[in-house]
């Protein structure tokens, strides 16, 4: 197949091995079937130094972080959790659906590996449940949209790549306001769905941008034909659980909270905007209300203060 045609007529360019020429840019963090030791090391050193990165930014915002109530929506594999409670913060909280470091699935092993470098890196080697005993930590399993907690009981709130992932992503705002404190700090990171990776891996085809492009129906159509219908289901599937909103939707709806945005930074991939210069004709054919910058911001880094319920 060279050619796509959508539902309206419109044809778009099939280019063979575009999903792994994207897919192959940026090593994963999380660990995969396979990894060797120093894949782990690597990871370690990678999640531990983007961790402090973190830490950085938000001790430039909150004063005495060192006394704070930290709590980390969509924690994932609790190492943000795990450097903030070792280095800076006075109590740390992660919560997510899942916990990979307590799971007894697939994940855990892997999960409690990297945890135990990035720790190792920290305190002097020691086994997991030890030195998670004795850090400032905690982890709940909990629905952002649904927190168990009572108002105003944290002073900073961070949630990295998980607001893609979160829905109704207003509800989930609604708690995030309610449980910090007023004048309390939130940072979240979004990958946009509309740039090029943010559709996540299973989303990427051989059209490029077709996230961008397609209808989910044209989306689902084309991954029947050309890799089978259970394909078809898996990858759309996967983009039907994820946010699908455009910058300036993402702006509407933190606008429309109780916060002040103190910072607001949309940044531009190379990487995406080399290749949306190979590939021109994207531009052309966008879904309703996506817009060039959409393609090619792959990281929305937002700053809020909140300022009242
Ligand atoms: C891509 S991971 C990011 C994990 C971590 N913040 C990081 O930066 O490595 C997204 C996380 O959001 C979590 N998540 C998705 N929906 C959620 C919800 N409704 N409530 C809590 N966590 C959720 C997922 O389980 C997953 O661990």
Redesign the pocket.
Known sequence: MTTFTRADGRPVRVVPGFRDRVLGFRPS??PRPGWTAADYERAADK?LARARRLVAEIARRHDRLDRATVL??????G??CLVLASVAVGRAVG????L?LFESDATAAPARRLAELVLARLHSAGRLPTTLARLPVRFVR????RLAFPDACFDVLV????ME???PVER?LAEMARVVRPRGVIHL?V?PYFWLRGCHKRGLVDIPWAHARLSLADFRRFVAESEGAAMAATRCGRLQTLNRLTLGQWRAVIEAGPFEVLEWTEEPSAFAVALLEEYPEVGDSLADGVEPRDLVDGRLEIWLRVTGP
């Open positions: 963090v999380t999640k980390d929506v969509g924690c994932g594999d190492i943000t919560v997510d659906l899942r990979p909990a629905d952002a949209t949630s990295r790549s998980a992932h979160i829905a989930a990171r990958d």
